[in-house]
């Protein structure tokens, strides 16, 4: 099992809707989870960083986490087109982050 | 949050030549990362630079094929040796930053290189 998976594929939606992102991860032990976007060309950027069970707002971001069940989330809400991007959820473990595969989001105007 | 920067942003290298990236940060930082990003491909750890001492390497990655130097804690170089078309990449710098009692990690803006 891969440390941190990101299945879904490319997300396409409308311009206002919710983006949702899901990631799982193998090490029960993790404490700090995170998610990055990464725009086309460009470096991952730090959007949203959660360590405790339940939901995390920053504008018109949320992330969710549940370590009993092993899973953080990002919500994307009103999405715009300039969240066009891959977001990369990645899990602390061990001292090291460990990244998932990223999820490339498409907002359609 | 640091401001990192990298030097250089992109080249492009022959077979058989080495490259040496600088990571440069605005404040001194106990731990730096070097990452590689193959196209289309997540994120992967080479090793974690070590002030004083020599650089943590991750599986599959070797000192002589990527020495690492740390002088201090506000820089770092990477070199990639003896150069095939399968090191093409982006190379990042990145480094850890405490804050409010948690750390999060930060990433410069990545070297691009390409060899044929």
């Known amino acids: 099992q891969k440390e941190v998976e990101q299945n879904s594929g490319p997300l396409s939606v409308p311009e206002g809707a919710i983006a949702s992102l899901n990631c799982t991860y193998s090490?029960?032990?993790?404490?700090?989870f995170f998610w990055y976007r990464q725009y086309s060309g460009k470096s991952p950027e730090l959007i949203m960083s959660?360590?405790?069970?339940g939901d995390k707002e920053d504008g018109r971001f949320t992330a969710q986490l549940n370590k009993a069940s092993q899973y953080v989330s990002l919500l994307i809400r009103d999405s715009q087109p300039s969240d066009s991007a891959t977001y990369l959820c990645a899990v602390n473990g061990n001292n090291r982050l460990a990244f998932g595969k990223g999820n490339q989001v498409v907002v359609i105007p | 949050s640091a401001v990192i920067s990298q030097k250089p942003s992109r080249d492009i290298c022959q077979r058989g030549t080495s490259l040496t990236i600088q990571c440069q940060v605005d404040s001194q930082v106990t731990m730096m990362f070097w990452y590689r990003q193959q196209p289309g491909q997540s994120l992967t750890l080479i090793a974690t630079a070590n002030q004083g001492s020599e650089a943590t390497y991750e599986s599959g990655f070797v000192i002589d094929k990527f020495p690492i130097s740390r002088p201090n804690l506000t820089f770092s170089t990477l070199t990639v040796s003896n150069m095939s078309p399968e090191d093409s990449s982006i190379y990042l710098c990145?480094?850890?930053?405490?804050?409010?009692?948690?750390?999060?990690?930060?990433f410069g803006p990545g070297t691009r290189l390409t060899v044929l």
């Open positions: 959660i360590y405790s069970n």
């Open positions: 090490d029960r032990g993790s404490q700090s």
């Open positions: 990145s480094v850890l930053f405490s804050s409010g009692g948690y750390n999060e990690q930060f």
